[in-house]
C-alpha cells in the first residue's frame, strides 16, 4: 500500500497550488479520501475529505470556499485545488485513505498515509 503526496512548494501570499495523492496496492475507489496538514508545534489537524464515489465533501471551517477536494479514480489520485492561501495554511500536507463513509475527519478513521508534501505561503 503506498500514497504518493506531491504538488507542495513555496507559494506567495493569495496564491495557489494543486496537491496530488497517488494511490497503489489497494482499491481506491471503495475508500473516502482525505487530506490533513501539521503545521510545526501544531497538531495534525483535518483539511478536507471526499468520499469513495466523489459524492460529498467536506471541509474543515478554516478552508471552505477556498480549499477543494477532488479524486480521478482512473488515475487513482485524489487532488486539492488551495486557492486564496495565507500564512496559516503554511504546513505539511498529508492525505489519506479511509474505509468510512462520510464525515471521517479523525486521524484514527484513518488505514493509510502518505509521506506529506509541505507547503510554504510567503508574505
Known amino acids: 500500500v503506498q500514497l504518493q503526496a506531491s504538488g507542495g512548494g513555496l507559494v506567495q501570499y493569495g496564491g495557489s497550488l494543486r496537491l496530488s495523492c497517488t494511490a497503489s496496492g489497494f482499491t481506491f475507489s471503495r475508500y473516502g479520501m482525505g487530506w490533513f496538514r501539521q503545521a510545526s508545534g501544531k497538531e495534525r489537524e483535518f483539511v478536507a475529505l471526499i468520499s469513495w464515489n466523489g459524492a460529498t465533501t467536506y471541509y474543515a471551517d478554516s478552508v471552505k470556499g477556498r480549499f477543494t477536494i477532488s479524486r480521478e479514480s482512473a488515475k487513482n489520485t485524489a487532488y486539492l485545488q488551495m486557492n486564496s492561501l495565507n500564512s496559516e495554511d503554511t504546513a505539511v500536507y498529508y492525505c489519506?485513505?479511509?474505509?468510512?463513509?462520510?464525515?471521517?475527519?479523525?486521524?484514527?478513521?484513518?488505514?493509510?498515509w502518505g509521506q506529506g508534501t509541505e507547503v510554504t505561503v510567503s508574505s
Open positions: 489519506g485513505a479511509t474505509p468510512l463513509g462520510g464525515g471521517a475527519i479523525k486521524r484514527y478513521e484513518y488505514n493509510f
